[in-house]
């Protein structure tokens, strides 16, 4: 069964620091891009981070760029998320993502709560 589990939420005040992990299971993904995704209560799934097979193509949204750092680790399945200076409206439900472009396929985790105080 191909599974992807997110660890590493919590809660945390602002200006604090998280690093979200993100173990797959089943298949390796070394093949494919990850990423990470959130939904803050009452808005649609945004786009946080993405990094491409390899790990040299890096993306992030414009909203935590420069305070979040996304890392692979293709040995060990995993993808992971450093979050620093966090701020309440980093406040989500933050989703695991793997991507192939062929066949185009998508692969989601169940999420893992993160909530940052004021």
């Known amino acids: 069964q191909v599974q992807l589990v997110e660890s590493g939420g919590g809660l945390v005040q602002a200006g604090g620091s998280l690093r979200l992990s993100c173990a797959a299971s089943g298949r390796t993904f070394s093949t494919y891009s990850l990423g990470w995704f959130r939904q803050a209560p009452g808005k649609e799934r945004e786009f946080v981070a993405a990094?491409?097979?390899?790990?040299?193509?890096?993306y992030y949204a414009a909203s935590v760029k420069g305070r979040f750092t996304i890392s692979r680790d293709n040995a060990k399945n995993t993808v992971s998320l450093q979050m620093n200076s966090l701020k309440p409206d980093d406040t989500a439900v933050y989703y695991c993502?793997?991507?192939?472009?062929?066949?185009?396929?998508?692969?989601w985790g169940q999420g893992t709560q993160v909530t940052v105080s004021s």
């Open positions: 990094i491409n097979w390899s790990g040299i193509s890096i």
């Open positions: 993502n793997a991507h192939s472009d062929y066949p185009n396929t998508n692969y």
